[in-house]
């Protein structure tokens, strides 16, 4: 879908969802809208533009620019077609001679205060101030341009990302609202009256200095060069786009690339991306440079031994001596001693690619994706109770929840886009309850209040789920009607024997859990009987060793008050990277087939036997941690890992080394020589988002293009790497385009029959399941009846972790994320983002730093059972007492040299959320540190090398 | 076969088994837990834990030591 460049449509003021329909003349023509839609929005859709100025259709109306002036048949005067809503029989006039002169003299006295550099100008040719005087006919300025006037006005450059001239500003307040509306941080203001008005950050503050998220919402709002992106003001105006999906979070937003030749030079939010509207955060907007970084690696490599120089090869060399090295492992130890890692990171086709070399190339089932230390509870919890591994909603829907739970999640630092959502439906007067240990954000910001904060301590969450669950049941709050037609009614009724015992109550799980009993109880009750009720939950729930269990509890909620299958309600996992469901509807786990099938279903092995032409082994192979154990074990040797670090990402970084340390093969395909490839003996250079075409599946199990704005740095798109290696491993893959991978998987996939290309080109994107019986797909799931029949009540006993605070280990440390930097940082750390976020920090509560004489700054080791790690400290009360917390976006930092091995029951995902530690005051890094400064700088100098 | 292979194996049953044990009596928690290795452990790993079924010093729990012996006696069928 390439597309000479043309900014996108705007209607002026938003669209409204009335059914009533309005038929009005406008012109001399008749329209018919949507009662409640603007005089200016009806004109727009008829195909007649108004001119204007302070109107934009992400915005609400405001009419203070005085431009878009009608004449109404039957009115007095001149009303702002923005603020007029549509009447039946209506009668406008949008041109007149005496709207023209009204148009021009406004225009007048704009332009009389407006620097006349448009040649110049880095919007010249894409400004709508230009327009718009382009359109009233303006020809001259009759009041000269030496009065008083803003002409030099100092402009903020703080921004890596963009500029405020304020010379340039019209004071029309789109971007104030857009902070506001579709941003909700409220970071900017309009200060000053009259003449004195001017757009400000914060406290009369630099943009860097203030509340500004730079989600980049003003910029796309402003109608004028005021604020500019300092990559057009660079490169120029963009000359051609590409409508593609984000590659960082699970939100999954919709992005037009606009580009000059193969030069990305803007990442413009797409107003038609049903995942976003038109929304972004810094890290789709703006962070898009690391694709261009010179640290790309763009040219196959390999090795024999880890302490070796790379050599650089040609692509046939790397992948033949892989082939070569895995045949001959496999000869030596066995067919299962090989295997595979696939990413989130990567497309839809590229992981059902990974896992079918394995399964047909290896003859095994040992691939496992990155969704193994992330969200694997979120799948085995969610189809034993509902019978899909998939959230329920669209992100959408949230505007019709009246309860909103969020737990074990930070939408508005890890799901930016999501997060604003969220608060413009809190706003509205939705209700919150959050569950979180950390105070985050949403617990408290402009105009925000949770309603109930619980702050659960690390590792109990299952407690606090059950206790919410008793409340329900023994004040009789549940939905009867509901559990009676839709669940199993028999696994009901043992479930609530087990849920009204006493140790469940509230007053019992304090003592675990920290959260007051009162509290509690009150916030079961709002969530039983305030209407609509969501529930949005994240790692902070499925990254326990009792991930699953609260997965399963948070299900039960759902049902037990009626909260599945419309919208409004639903249960809702935000997916950390942008393809963990599409990697899991793919088949990526040991003991699956795409979507979801066992391995040892005859029929579906069948299935995929007869497309494949292979016979496939029915039994599940190795999942990520096992492959760790078996390694350092000896009987595996060789490993092909895809777009995943799984040195600095995964728990117990000393283990993980070890494990790497004894492979015979490591191939690693990515974009960067990353912590892992420092241990690989074949580098094969990955492609980014921008290099190749696909699919990603977000959160709302939203299929969307990813397609190609540029040629891949390397020559081969991932896909194209993927299928070299499982040719000279024995396969056939014979595929031209990712296209026909799709068409394949759509072949082999029930839910995804009704999926392919063309129709994602026709419908924008897709909600999986998509076949006959929903030809356009499913937004909201278990409508009529769950996808397992009826639904499931899991018995959700607590059982504590074994990872316990002591004396030796008093704290407890859970980790997360901060919003200028995405995952293990390899992507964030090479942009400008590094400029909020340089380092990761050790919040720790104002009370534990002064019982430790800790200061705000201090170097702090930290220490848990299995390693240590030193960092700068951040006396914060965002912490509770007994509390710690860090990031994990810079290697160096050895976030997870001490998480551990403990993980969940279920799934074996890494128990990253507590972690027991003690910390003090230290002057020097740990010993792993400088282990990993001593071993990274080696690994560096044997890559220049190679490229000398 | 090393000791701290075992243990791990050890550890993680009696992991599943503690968190499935209010889910009926312990014969029908037994089988669920055998199901769930059936379902996801690995052939070698489930070869392993069979090997051991009837040692009792290597610290399953009872619950565990009655799924282990189910999951032995399906093992031994294929």
């Known amino acids: 879908m390439l597309e000479f460049y043309e900014p996108q449509a705007d209607f002026g003021t938003p669209e409204s969802d009335s059914e009533t329909m309005i038929t009005l003349s406008i012109d001399g023509v008749n329209v018919t809208v949507p009662e409640g839609s603007s005089v200016m929005r009806a004109a727009s859709e008829s195909g007649i533009k108004i001119p204007r100025l302070c109107a934009t259709d992400s915005l609400k109306s405001f009419g203070s620019c005085r431009i878009c002036l009608v004449e109404i048949e039957g009115r007095r005067g001149f009303p702002a077609s923005c603020t007029t809503t549509v009447e039946e029989g209506m009668e406008v006039k949008t041109q007149s001679d005496d709207i023209g002169k009204l148009r021009r003299n406004v225009m007048e006295l704009y332009i009389s205060d407006h620097p006349l550099d448009c040649l110049t100008c880095p919007t010249n040719g894409d400004c709508e101030l230009q327009d718009t005087a382009g359109e009233v006919g303006l020809r001259s300025v009759r009041y000269g341009f030496e009065g008083d006037n803003h002409l030099v006005a100092e402009k903020d450059e703080s921004n890596p990302y963009f500029t405020f001239d304020p010379s340039k500003c019209i004071v029309c307040s789109r971007c104030v609202r857009a902070c506001e509306e579709t941003q909700g941080t409220f970071a900017l203001t309009i200060d000053g009256r009259g003449f004195e008005s001017k757009v400000s950050a914060g406290q009369d503050e630099a943009f860097m200095d203030s509340d500004c998220v730079s989600c980049g919402a003003c910029v796309d709002a402003c109608p004028t060069a005021t604020l500019t992106e300092k990559s057009i003001i660079d490169a120029g105006k963009p000359e051609h786009s590409v409508v593609t999906t984000c590659a960082y979070c699970g939100v999954g ?76 492992i496999q000869a030596n130890h066995g067919r299962t001693s090989i295997g595979a890692i696939s990413s989130s990171r990567c497309t839809n086709e590229e992981v059902y690619l990974v896992q079918k070399m394995v399964r047909t190339g290896f003859g095994n089932n040992n691939i496992d994706t990155c969704a193994r230390v992330c969200h694997s509870p979120t799948g085995f919890g969610l189809k034993t109770t509902l019978g899909e591994s998939a959230g329920t909603q669209t992100f959408a829907s949230v505007a019709k929840a009246d309860v909103i739970i969020v737990m074990g999640a930070n939408p508005t630092e890890a799901h930016p ?23 985050i954000e949403l617990v408290s910001a402009p105009h925000i209040r949770s309603d109930y904060h619980l702050p659960v301590r690390p590792g109990t969450n299952v407690t606090v789920l059950n206790a919410l669950a008793h409340v329900i049941v023994s004040e009789g709050l549940q939905a009867h009607d509901y559990i009676a037609e839709r669940c199993d009614t028999e696994e009901f009724s043992k479930w609530t024997k087990f849920i009204s015992d006493e140790r469940h109550s509230p007053e019992e799980t304090e003592q675990f859990s920290g959260v007051p009993a009162l509290d509690l109880r009150a916030a079961a009750r709002l969530y039983a009987q305030g209407g609509n009720g969501a529930i949005f939950y994240g790692l902070g729930v499925t990254e326990h060793s009792q991930g699953s269990t609260a997965v399963m509890a948070i299900a039960n909620l759902a049902m037990l008050t009626g909260n599945i299958g419309r919208e409004g309600v639903g249960v809702n996992p935000l997916r950390g990277q942008n393809n963990v469901q599409g990697s899991c509807d793919m088949g990526s786990f040991p003991h699956e087939l795409p979507g979801y099938r066992h391995i040892s279903s005859k029929e579906t092995r069948h299935l995929f036997e007869g497309e494949w032409g292979v016979t496939l082994d029915p039994e599940p192979g190795l999942r990520i941690p096992n492959m760790f154990d078996a390694a350092i074990d000896g009987e595996f040797r060789g490993l092909y890992c895809q777009g995943e670090d799984i040195a600095q990402s995964d728990p117990n970084t000393q283990h993980v080394e070890a494990a790497l340390t004894a492979l015979e093969c490591l191939v690693v395909q990515d974009i960067f020589l990353n912590e892992t490839a420092k241990f690989a003996h074949v580098f094969l250079p990955g492609a980014s988002f921008l290099e190749k075409d696909g699919t990603f599946t977000n959160a709302e199990r939203r299929i969307s293009r990813v397609r190609k704005a540029m040629p891949p740095l390397s020559g081969k798109a991932d896909w194209e790497g993927t299928m070299a290696l499982a040719n000279a491993l024995g396969c056939n893959f014979q595929y031209g385009h990712p296209s026909e991978i799709m068409d394949e998987i759509a072949r082999l996939t029930p839910t995804f029959n009704g999926v392919s290309y063309k129709k994602l080109d026709q419908l924008g994107s897709i909600q999986w399941p998509c076949n006959d019986h929903t030809p356009a797909g499913t937004p909201v799931m278990h409508v009529d009846e769950f996808v397992r029949g009826k639904g499931f009540f899991a018995i959700t006993e607590y059982v504590p972790t074994e990872e316990r605070a002591n004396r030796k280990f008093p704290l407890l440390l859970t980790t997360g994320r901060i919003l200028s930097q995405y995952n293990v940082g390899a992507q964030t750390r090479r942009t400008s983002n590094s400029q909020w976020h340089d380092e990761d920090t050790l919040e720790i509560h104002p009370h534990d730093a002064e019982e430790r004489g800790i200061s705000h700054g201090d170097w702090v080791g930290i220490q848990s059972r299995v390693g240590e790690t030193v960092l700068h400290a951040d006396v914060t009360s965002r912490v ?16 997870n040299v001490i998480t551990t091995d403990n993980s969940d029951w279920a799934t074996n995902c890494p128990e990253y959320k507590v972690t027991a530690v003690q910390i003090s005051k230290v002057t020097a890094p740990s010993s792993w540190q400088a282990r990993q400064k001593s071993f990274n700088a080696k690994q560096q100098d044997l890559l220049a090398k190679a490229r000398q | ?75 031994s069928l294929k």
């Not at chain 1, 509770?880 to 976030?895: E, M």
């Not at chain 2, 000791?3 to 889910?23: A, E, F, H, Y």
């Not at chain 2, 996801?40 to 290597?58: H, T, V």
């Open chain 1, 417 to 439: 886009v999501f997060g604003s959502r969220l608060k413009r439906r809190l706003r509205e007067g939705a209700k919150l309850i959050v569950i979180d240990p950390r105070q």
């Open chain 2, 1 to 75: 076969m090393s000791t701290s292979k075992i243990d791990r194996l050890v550890k993680m049953i009696n992991q599943i088994s503690l968190n499935m044990s209010s889910n009926g009596s312990q014969e029908q928690v037994s089988v669920e837990v055998s199901e769930h290795l059936t379902k996801f452990w690995s052939p070698p790993m489930k070869s392993l834990i069979s090997d051991y079924a009837d040692d009792e010093n290597i610290g399953l729990t009872p619950i565990s030591r009655m799924a282990v012996t189910h999951l032995a006696a399906l093992q």
């Open chain 1, 253 to 328: 937003c919709s992005f037009k690339a606009e580009m000059k030749g193969n030069e990305v030079v803007r990442m413009t939010p797409y107003k038609d991306g049903k995942a976003n509207e038109g929304h972004a955060c810094v890290k789709g907007r703006f962070a898009f440079g690391y694709a261009t970084h010179k640290d790309r690696i763009t040219v196959p490599m390999i090795r024999d031994s880890i302490d070796d120089p790379w050599q650089e090869v040609s692509w046939e060399e790397a992948v033949s001596f892989t082939a070569k090295r895995f045949k001959e």
């Open chain 1, 880 to 895: 509770k007492p007994g509390v710690v917390y860090t990031t994990f976006h810079h290697p160096v930092s050895g976030a």
